[in-house]
Nanobody, 126 residues
Framework: QLQLVESGGGLVQPGGSLRLSCAASGFTLDDYTIGWFRQAPGKEREGISCISRRGGSTPYADSVKGRFTISRDNAKNTVYLQMNSLKPEDTAVYYC???????????????????WGQGTQVTVSS
């Protein structure tokens, strides 16, 4: 019942941009904080950002800070991740996750989340 669907991934050249979407299915997203994670081949899943329930807190991992922007539109039951100045090392499967909690503290720990999307592939290559 707690289900998320990511979309917007694809193939882009270095320096390009993509916008990922995370849409809630079967629940109201405004009751949750939303985290974004990514997992590159052979690497651990990395928590890269979070947006609090009301959107007031948006922490970022150092690896994406200044290039990625998280936002939410609760009326549309959707969270977005705008990715600019993409680098080859950004290549990964990107996941969103929902946590029924108002705040982003601890957002990089997978264990705090109540549900996950299926992931969307982002490939940055020349």
């Amino acid at each position: 019942q707690l289900q998320l669907v990511e979309s917007g991934g694809g193939l882009v050249q270095p320096g390009g941009s993509l916008r990922l979407s995370c849409a809630a299915s079967g629940f109201t997203l405004d009751d949750y904080t939303i985290g974004w994670f990514r997992q590159a081949p052979g690497k651990e899943r990395e928590g890269i950002s979070c947006i609090s329930r009301r959107g007031g807190s948006t922490p970022y991992a150092d690896s994406v800070k200044g290039r990625f922007t998280i936002s939410r539109d609760n009326a549309k039951n959707t969270v977005y991740l705008q990715m600019n100045s993409l680098k080859p090392e950004d290549t990964a499967v990107y996941y969103c996750a929902a946590r029924r909690w108002p705040y982003c503290a601890g957002y990089q720990s997978e264990k705090v989340y109540d549900g996950w999307g299926q992931g969307t592939q982002v490939t940055v290559s020349s």
